[in-house]
């Protein structure tokens, strides 16, 4: 049956051409811009309680597990999650799959986690507010977190006429607004929803539920580039920004955030 919450339906639409996007190593952004910087952030996660918080189908909370890592993933897309439980089963590893919200958390336990990653999510939810509670929740004391999200400083619109052609860096509207888009992207039938929000609003929601910034960084891949790489596709993953990387510790004194 069709959700009829327009947000979970689109990802529900988009499980299966997910997985081809990802696969099981994650789509080039995420192999040479992100990925270095996720786990440069995350350190060893052996023996940790980790909570993938947004799975999709799983590449991520797969590759925590074949580290050591005690994995628990939640996505509120039932079809993305059947692709992840199959992808783990393949996988043959072990990780606890739950239909949730990330700005709900209902099924997860307080102090439950010693680390929580979230790769790009945070720009796909509607509250905010609501998933940055619930991470400083579901943490013990000092847990942290590393919340990779598609960098909303630099807006995208394809404009075919454009010398470069296919999606440049342009503003429609005001970037310190906050509201809700949708943008088609490659092979994808549907468009994606996503939530636009200026930098310093995610900022100071990290403050404001008793966060501090331990790290923070933008994402650039670092020559040697995969060799089928055009020097096009070079040029622009080498100058335009794609994301932001952050890295939350829990403080010991929400005031002292
Ligand atoms: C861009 S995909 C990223 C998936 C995965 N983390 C990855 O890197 O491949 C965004 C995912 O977040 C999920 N999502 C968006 N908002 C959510 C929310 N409020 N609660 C739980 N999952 C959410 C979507 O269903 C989708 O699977």
Redesign the pocket.
């Known amino acids: 049956m069709e959700n009829t919450d327009p947000?979970?339906a689109s990802?529900?639409h988009?499980?299966r051409d997910?997985h081809v996007?990802?696969g099981s190593e994650?789509d080039r952004n995420?192999q040479i811009n992100s990925d270095p910087v996720l786990w440069r952030f995350a350190g060893e996660v052996k023996g940790l309680d980790v909570l993938?918080?947004?799975?999709?189908?799983?590449?991520?909370a797969i590759k925590l597990a074949r580290k050591g890592a005690n994995v628990q993933a939640?996505?509120?897309?039932l079809a993305?999650l059947e692709v992840a439980r199959k992808n783990a089963a393949d996988a043959k590893v072990s990780i606890s799959f739950e239909v949730?919200?990330?700005?709900?958390l209902s099924t997860v336990e307080t102090a439950a986690f010693d680390l929580i990653v979230?790769?790009?999510?945070l720009m796909?939810?509607?509250?905010l507010d609501g998933?940055i509670a619930q991470f400083h929740r579901v943490l013990r004391p000092e847990g942290r977190a590393v919340a990779?999200f598609s960098h909303p400083c630099f807006d995208r619109a394809e404009i075919p006429e454009h010398p470069e052609g296919g999606p440049v860096f342009h503003w429609a509207e005001s970037y310190f607004g906050e509201r809700r888009e949708e943008s088609s992207w490659g092979h994808f039938t549907s468009p994606?929803v996503f939530y636009h929000r200026p930098l310093n609003r995610y900022w100071k929601c990290f403050h404001d539920h008793g966060f501090q910034v331990i790290g923070f960084d933008e994402p650039v891949a670092q020559p040697p580039y995969p060799p089928d790489m055009t020097p096009e596709q070079i040029h622009r993953t080498s100058t335009r920004p794609f994301s932001v990387a952050f890295h939350l510790v829990k403080a010991k004194d929400k005031s002292c955030a």
């Open positions: 947000d979970i990802w529900n988009k499980a997910w996007q990802v994650g995420r993938d918080a947004g799975c999709g189908t799983g590449y991520l939640v996505d509120f897309s993305m949730d919200s990330i700005s709900e979230s790769n790009y999510v796909d939810c509607a509250d998933a990779i994606f």
